[in-house]
């Protein structure tokens, strides 16, 4: 009989699996040894680090002066445009967010405004990222100076206009000072002043937007985003796309921050919970707390409550005030969305609060701020603001917030 014996893999298998097994050791740990060499000397980027390790600040975050005289140039807002040192808001590098000549519907927003870069261009950013094709800025104070004009002007799509003399003179000659829709404004100061330059720059806005073949234009503060909820892709233009063609206005309801804190930096980045527009709040909600919620405001609101509008762009098309657009020869077939909102950052950061009162001449009194204020709030912070110290200010705000986020609990999203 023949014996069993144990199979034994002969000695070359046994040989060439050896070296398979230790070249599938060696090939991972040499791949890695190399990846580290190559970061080690810089020839290798780690996306990880591509924000953090940016020494150079986005324009505008920076409070330094331009070092010997330095003026900025085309070419140097190129390059600092490509640059971002902010971690909570990752500035797209390049900046071209170049558009087909054939891209439809073609939005674009304008804007009155006196903010500084800080403010305006994450502004701009987030609304170019979401389809807005050009922006025309009304600019005076801080965004009117020479180094922020030049960084403005060098991103496309974005149209500058300084309140010059000869823009004042223009605006002189408007139709808008035989009417009587805005008459009640007129040669008042502070936000009366402001709602008369702003209904001004619209109309001027709007002949603006025709020359660059415009479909849609829309008066935003540089306070505000949109917000296209509903939309596909979280798309304004596909938003307006949707829209029927024999509608002229679309309505989108402001929400309003609320603020539980006076340390805002970056309020786009840093607040996230707004009280919702009564037209989007249900109506059995909103009645049966509405005592309860408004405790004798009827502004509901801080600060406005009647939303902004987009408006197709046509003949005789005219403003209606900071909010809305009419047509001189026709009422406008106008509807609301019921998703889709303004996202109204409104005295998010603690420097809001000083800023009104740096911009009016006002007294701080309760009668002269009512011809000063539209809004309640308004002459209340003014107050505050003129005549609190920093301390009674910082103690104010966030005292005065808290109370109505306790009000305005069931209509926080």
Known sequence: MAGSYPYRIPPQQNGMASKILLLLTALPLTLALFAFVLQWRGGLNDPAGRWAGDSNKFPGMSTDSPSN??????????????????????????????????????????????????????????????????????????????????????IPGVKVV??????????????????????????????????????????????????????????????????????????????????????????????????????????????????KNYDHVTKETYFGLYKEATRGNPNYFLTYGNGKAAARVQDHLRPNGAHRWHNYMKSPNEIKLEEAAVLHYTYSKFSDLTSRRDRCGCKPTKEDVKRCFMLEFDRSAFIIASTATEEEMHHWLPMYFANRLDEFSAFLI
């Open 69 to 154: 005289g330095h003026s900025v140039t085309g070419s140097d807002c190129s390059d600092r445009l490509a640059q971002s040192a902010s971690p909570t808001f990752p500035y797209y590098r390049g900046w071209t967010f170049e558009f087909a000549a054939d891209t439809r519907p073609k939005i674009c927003i304008t804007t009155s405004t006196s903010a500084g870069l800080d403010q305006i261009l994450p502004w701009i950013y987030y609304h170019k990222v979401i389809g807005v094709t050009n922006f025309l800025l009304f600019v005076e104070g801080k965004a009117a100076a020479a180094n922020t004009s030049a960084i403005l002007e060098n």
């Open 162 to 275: 300084h309140r010059t003399k000869d823009l004042e003179e223009k605006q002189a000659k408007s139709r808008i000072w035989n009417e009587t829709w805005l008459s009640s404004f007129f040669f008042r100061p502070c936000n009366y002043e402001l709602f008369v330059k702003q209904s001004l720059n619209m109309e001027m806005a709007i002949v603006m937007a025709r020359e660059f073949n415009m479909d849609w234009i829309i008066h935003l503060d540089t306070d505000e985003l949109l917000h296209p909820a509903g939309a596909r892709e979280y798309s304004l233009r596909q938003l307006l796309l949707d829209v029927p063609k024999n509608v002229d206005m679309v309505v989108f309801p402001n929400y309003e921050s609320a603020i539980e804190r006076d340390d805002i930096k970056e309020p786009f980045s840093e607040v996230s919970m707004f009280k």
